[in-house]
């Protein structure tokens, strides 16, 4: 992360399925240029407790990331948005995948 950091980069993305080190190390070298580091949830089987981890070491961004073959399989990213805007942990929270213009309010208001 630190070359995208050191490259003008405020915010940078590492999957929430990678290893806790690899996340803690993306945290810690955000931290060290005053920017952010946003977990991409896609993928990761138990989002609520991910969540719980990345916030105790200090993420700034959780990302509801639904992917193409979920989608493509009826799976919608509002229930993980309901999740992780109730556990109340001070994050940023952003959403990708299966937004459509129709939907975006829902998505503002969870």
């Known amino acids: 992360a ?3 950091y050191k490259a003008g980069a405020d915010i940078c993305t590492v999957l929430g399925c990678a290893d806790i080190g690899t996340i803690k ?8 240029y005053g920017k952010k580091a946003q977990i991409d949830l896609i993928n990761v089987a138990d989002k609520e407790a991910r969540t719980k981890e990345v916030a105790k070491l200090g993420a700034h ?3 509801v990331h639904t992917g193409l073959d ?3 399989a009826g799976q919608t990213p509002f229930a993980d948005l309901a999740m992780v805007a109730g556990l109340n942990l ?3 929270i952003s959403v990708a995948g299966g937004v459509k213009a129709g939907t975006a309010a829902q998505v503002r208001d969870a």
């Open 2 to 4: 630190e070359p995208f």
């Open 25 to 32: 190390g993306v945290i810690d070298v955000a931290n060290k």
């Open 61 to 63: 961004i959780i990302g």
């Open 70 to 72: 979920q989608q493509a």
């Open 90 to 92: 001070g994050l940023e």
